[in-house]
């Protein structure tokens, strides 16, 4: 079946980087866009950024610009998010969900990744 | 001002129904969107419920009930998420989202508590 299989969580300190994996299983890895959601405790989803695997072609929320980068590996159909700069605010569960491009059909979503950012 | 405001809390009874709105701001004319709502279980992601931008153009998710479905409030420019004969597993957080100015932009959700 169609899922997406996220790494587990991380525990990093303010300042560090934290790269996030999804590997995609069940269906063509390049014909379709890989989101990236987070969502801090208690609050609602953020979404991040999407990457075409095919492509390559990214898009960030303005939020996100200039300390998120969304990169694939098509070799073994995985997608990755990698964060920098971290502070005690990114800590979150980061998801990623599949989408038809240009579609909000976020379908299926990753199981979630635990991101702390403490000293 | 948020783009997209939902109320933070709803509460109706089993069998009852329950309808989720999904407020864009003044200026953003919820006629031009596409509306998608989700729900979220605690421990679990999000799941896509449906789609809505008109009765003709539309979309449910695969498995979600008949009795979950959209529509919109032009004259509140608003999204509605309207669950009928309400379940006690209906019970969960729901999320609308929109493309706007090229980005998904989510609400910050509803919590629906089925007593």
């Known amino acids: 079946q169609v899922q997406l299989v996220q790494s587990g969580a991380e525990v990093k300190k303010p300042g560090a980087s934290v790269k996030v994996s999804c590997k995609a299983s069940?269906?063509?890895?390049?014909?379709?866009?890989i989101n990236w959601v987070r969502q801090a405790p208690g609050q609602g989803p953020e979404w991040m950024g999407w990457?075409?695997?095919?492509?390559?072609?990214?898009g960030y929320a303005q939020k996100f610009q200039g300390r998120v980068t969304l990169t694939r590996d098509t070799s073994i159909g995985t997608a990755y998010m990698e964060l920098s700069s971290l502070r005690s605010e990114d800590t979150a569960v980061y998801y990623c969900?599949?989408?038809?491009?240009?579609?909000?059909?976020?379908?299926?979503w990753g199981q979630g990744t635990l991101v702390t950012v403490s000293s | 001002q948020a783009v997209v405001t939902q109320p933070s809390s709803l509460s109706a009874s089993p069998g009852a129904s329950a309808s989720l709105t999904c407020t864009l701001r003044?200026?953003?004319?919820?006629?031009?969107?596409?509306i998608y709502w989700f729900q979220q279980k605690p421990g679990s992601p999000p799941q896509c419920l449906l789609r809505?931008?008109?009765?003709?153009?539309?979309?449910?998710g695969s498995g979600v009930p008949s009795r979950f479905s959209g529509s919109k409030d032009a004259s509140a420019n608003a999204g509605i998420l309207l669950i009928s004969g309400l379940q006690s597993e209906d019970e969960a957080d729901y999320y609308c989202?929109?493309?706007?100015?090229?980005?998904?932009?989510f609400g910050g959700g509803t919590k629906l508590t089925v007593l």
């Open positions: 969900a599949r989408n038809p491009s240009h579609s909000g059909w976020f379908d299926p």
């Open positions: 069940g269906y063509s890895f390049t014909d379709y866009d």
């Open positions: 990457m075409n695997p095919d492509s390559g072609d990214t």
């Open positions: 003044s200026g953003v004319n919820v006629g031009s969107y596409n």
């Open positions: 809505y931008k008109s009765d003709s153009d539309k979309r449910q």
């Open positions: 989202m929109i493309w706007h100015n090229s980005a998904w932009v």
